[in-house]
């Protein structure tokens, strides 16, 4: 124990929150310094990492969808959990590496946040990961946790604070109070599915396929979860499906707002359940703090007054709702010693 907060003191603790879209790394004192895809690019049927391994992140992001036959670019977490467990220890190891540089003899200590929703297996699979990635401890904290922390609500206080992190594989929905969770329900139905939702209506209505990058582009500059009197469109080019050439066309905000409507009435529904469970003096409370949006999805024009139609609560939008869980991370180290008696018991047992 003492060694253990001797080392402390010499090392880069860090807080990561490993998302399916983006991994973010948040240090002690010094914020957010690296917030990069969570995108690894490989040669083809091997698990051997490009670039020495340094083909991680950006470099690999900018790969997705245009490799050539002798390299895959693979997003190794799908739906907020691991689904390859090799290529995340490479990207964990690369930015634990990233990150710790300046002190490479002292292994740091490591807060990783996960979907509330994930199983005793995924939870080890992420434990062993970051452990042989470099890690000397590390612990786990629920992702709504952290963005609850992150979004300063006053989750340790006997109120009740309600968070909806949507992030890219998953939406969790948590009411919190007295430092823990109350209700909470993790759906994967987020961010990646507004993307899809956005390709199939493409080639549903146009025959054209488009790309991951390309959907995500769209839903940034022109999408929306509720009209804002303001319609607008864009070009786009895909690849017709009938004569197979390039081709471009122009949509409109209007329709793409359509496209999103089947995966974010998903969101809505997991929200008014988990209200719909939650015990009646929080309830009380919440008509009082209302609802916090968290995660990328966040970010999307009109969510917060779909989510206020919905359940009648005011719903607000948190500062910088993408970096709300890293930044939650990066508090718990501060506060480590305190609270890590709630979580090392059940997440921690090595």
């Avoid at 740091?108 to 452990?131: F, Q």
Wanted: proline share 4%.
């Amino acid at each position: 124990m003492f060694l253990d907060h001797f080392l402390s003191l010499f090392s880069v603790d860090m807080g990561i929150d490993l998302g399916t879209c983006n991994t973010l790394v948040c240090v002690r004192g010094e914020g957010i310094v690296l917030n990069e895809p969570s995108v690894v690019a490989v040669k083809r049927g091997t698990n051997q990492v490009l670039q020495n391994g340094n083909a991680v992140g950006w470099v690999a992001k900018e790969m997705l969808g245009k490799t050539p036959g002798s390299i895959t670019a693979i997003r190794p977490l799908k739906d907020g959990v691991i689904s390859d467990f090799e290529i995340t220890e490479a990207m964990l190891s690369y930015f634990i590496r990233k990150v710790n540089g300046k002190r490479p003899f002292v292994k740091p200590r490591v807060v990783i946040a996960v979907p509330s929703g994930i199983t005793a297996v995924e939870k080890r699979a992420v434990l062993d990961s970051a452990e042989r990635a470099g890690a000397r401890r590390v612990y786990l904290v629920e992702e709504p946790m952290a963005a609850g922390i992150g979004a300063q609500l006053p989750i340790v206080e006997a109120t009740a604070s309600m968070i909806v992190d949507i992030g890219g594989g998953t939406t969790e929905v948590a009411i919190m109070s007295l430092a823990d969770i109350a209700q909470c329900e993790s759906v994967r139905v987020a961010g990646d599915d507004l993307d899809e939702a956005i390709i199939t209506h493409m080639r549903k209505a146009y025959n054209l396929m488009i790309g991951e990058q390309t959907a995500e582009k769209i839903k940034i500059q022109i999408g929306s979860a509720a009209p804002d009197g303001e319609e607008s469109s864009m070009e786009v080019r895909g690849r017709d499906m009938i004569s197979g050439l390039p081709r471009k066309t122009v949509i409109t905000s209007e329709e793409i707002r359509e496209a999103l409507q089947e995966p974010l009435s998903a969101i809505i529904e997991t929200v008014t359940r988990t209200l719909e469970r939650c015990e009646p003096e929080l309830a009380a409370d919440l008509v009082d703090n209302g609802i916090v949006l968290a995660g990328g999805g966040a970010l999307l024009r009109g969510i917060d007054v779909v989510i206020s139609n919905a359940t009648g609560l005011d719903s607000r939008i948190a500062e910088d709702p993408l970096t709300c869980v890293a930044r939650g991370t990066a508090i718990y180290l501060e506060h480590l010693e305190e609270w890590k008696a709630t979580m090392e018991n059940d997440m921690d047992d090595s």
